[in-house]
């Protein structure tokens, strides 16, 4: 308090000056007032909301980048890509900037990406909007090529680059097999808006989650576009999707669709399934449906084409399920094959006459020749010595009425009667193979029971092990085995079998393999039509493997609805015999040398 | 009393002395300057100024080298990106060349087939041959595409990519020639 005088004296004090106290009052407040804005924006600061400041000031200079998975591949098992994610880019444009020079911008898009002239112009053109989509899914490097060139060709007066285009991106799933297992892989539409991907069908569908992985991400500062070095940075990783292995065969795959076209479209059918399975593992070589789709352009096809209607579809098999009735009651140590049967024309039970598709009086076969000829007489007459409710046991056992679970969503289980509508008419007719209904894998995988020896192994289209969005593990490494029959009953029943294809006294000689015994059954069932009831369409199949005495290989060939008077043995026969002589050679199959069995069809 | 009385005097004649030498004693004198020896002072300052300046010099060329680095890895970065995308497009187009459809249709142009017959096996051990070769046919042929979709075209909406190739007119029997491509050079399969 003394200081201002002695200040006083050294500098003077003019006349103007005021009073020294008042000076110094006027300046605390003064400082006080400052001091306490400070304090009140030090307390809003740190005391009411300091979490948000952070990050603002965090975010202030910093650049926060998403680090996209990439999609798994799915591969056949030979390791060729099914499916797979290419780097891609979608190209926006900015019509504020474009409208000028839209028809010139539009002629060189369209030119140079194939999209639509007219509704590029347009989106071009759009008012009051800085945003918009010009094309998707485009392959990095085209669309990055195309951009930068058109940033050169369109820039403007002052040589700056033209503003009006940008490219964000946006990954490209590409199928480079087309329609080859279509029906199995699905395919992937425009994706979310969060850049997730959306599948729409098959495998990618069922197993999105397993392929897609987990998104990571990214936050470092950056000053003119580089990462600043030293700068806070924090980076969690992305976990990239996993690889799905498929046991589809490609080139196995592409020959059955092919195979299946061909039998299809001349026997003027409306459908067909090929199941091509290796007998030993279960592993699934070959899944085909027709008609298919073109995984690469899916929105050209109808979208009920996007299934696999080998398992989505059922049907009444027919005649192929006289093999499982037959070495149900071999095993049950009711029949054998050389047993004898008066066979008569036709049989009056409950509701209507059972026949068969032929006219004929009193035939004597034996079991070997009631499948060999396929009749359906005689196998109610076989069946009639089973105890209530064993060969719905069995058929059971053979996994009709379960779903194969290999892995495709949507699979329909089929229909096996129970309790009380399994009447003793109704249990006739499934003997055989109509009154149920069943889809083709399961069918498949029933009659590879008895080329396996009596065991049923699980199906599978999964190598190794996944697990679907719903939580269930498939693959062949946790494919299940059951022994359905005896190893002598399916020795038996393939000995039955192999004389379906017998020239002489078979119904099915044109899908026997040269070189080599095959075993097989062709079926011709009645279709239910729309209204429920059967509409007079048939659906044709064959199904057999080889070689006979030491199987390698099931196909199972269905046709629906073919031209009338088709039958199974020589419809779907010859193209089970092309798909049988081709995967035999391709996985090197020597012939076994056997002769067929001559097991006496007539006594 | 009568006996202190000299001691007094005696005293009195003898203090000025010792009085005197102890004045002599307790007077203080200045201490003589001792000239210290210091460091000289321009030598250090100029070290130390070179240490700061190294330091801050060190320091801009570290930050400068950083920053360059940094430049260099953005740059390096987008090469990568770019290069994986081509070679992605490359890799697309190997695959449009494997594609079994294609290989299909050019063996079939030129006379080929896949036999629909089982081959004869040669045993290398004994040399045997099993099997019963026969040789493949013309019937062999199998469709080359699939059938079309069957909607109306006015429902069809354009794709993304250019997918209209230029059909391969069956009298080329060339196996070496290409597909046409686009215009960017990634040739579509067949479709």
Known sequence: MSRPSTLRTRRGTGPRRGSPKLRMQVGFLLIAIVLSVFAGRLVQLQGLDPDSYAQMAAAEGSDHVVLPASRGEILDRNGEPLAETVDGRMIIADPAVTAKVAPQLATVLAKRLGIDYFQTLERLRVEDSRFQ???????????????????????DEDGRPFAGLTTERDPLRIYPNDDVAANLLGFLGTPKDDGSAQALAGLEA?????????????TYEVGAGNQIPLGDNTVTPAVDGRNL?????????????????????????????????????????????????DASDPYRYDDSLYKSSALTDVYEPGSVEKVLTVSSLVDAGLAFKEQKFRVPGQLHRQDRPIGDYWEHGMLRLTLAGIIAKSSNVGTVLAADQFHNGQLRRYLTAYGLGQRTDVGLGGETKGLLPQGAAWTSQVGDRIAFGQSLSVNAVQMAAAVNTIANGGVRIAPSLVQGEATTDKGQKVGSDVASTTRVISADAAHETMLMMER??????????????????????????????????????????FAGFAPADDPRFTIYVVVHSPRPGSGGGSTAGPAFSKLMSYTLRRYGVPPTGGKPNQTPVEW | MSSTAPQIRRLQSVAPRIAQAALERARLTVVPRTRRTRAPRVPFVAFVSVILLAGVVGLLLFNTSMQQASFKATALENQATDLGAQQEALEMDIQALREPQ????????????IPSTPAGVLDLSTGRITGKP??????????????????????????????????VDAARTDAGTKPKNTTDGAPTGDR
């Open chain 2, 102 to 113: 294609r290989l299909a249709r050019l063996a079939q142009d030129m006379g080929m087939v």
């Open chain 1, 206 to 218: 069922s197993f999105n989650k397993y392929l897609s992985g987990k998104d990571g991400e990214a």
């Open chain 2, 134 to 167: 026969v040789p493949a046919s013309g019937g062999d042929a199998i469709p080359l595409h699939m059938p079309g979709p069957k909607k109306p075209a006015e429902l069809q909406r354009p794709a993304d990519v250019e997918v209209n190739p230029a059909k």
């Open chain 1, 245 to 293: 292995h498929l046991t589809i065969d490609r080139d196995l795959q592409f020959y059955a669709q092919r195979v299946l076209q061909q039998t299809v479209t001349r026997a003027a059918g409306k459908s067909g399934i090929a199941v091509i399975m290796d007998s030993r593992t279960g592993d699934l070589l070959a899944l085909a449906d027709y008609p298919t789709y």
């Open chain 1, 133 to 155: 989509y010009v094309a998707r899914q485009v392959p990095a490097s085209k669309a990055e090529k195309v951009v930068a060139d058109i940033r050169k060709e369109f820039e």
């Open chain 1, 500 to 541: 379906v294809l017998d020239p002489e006294e078979g119904v099915a000689p044109g899908a026997a393999v040269p070189g080599y015994r095959v075993a097989g059954k062709t079926g011709t069932a009645q279709r239910v039509g729309e209204n429920g009831g059967y509409d007079g369409s048939t659906t044709v199949s």
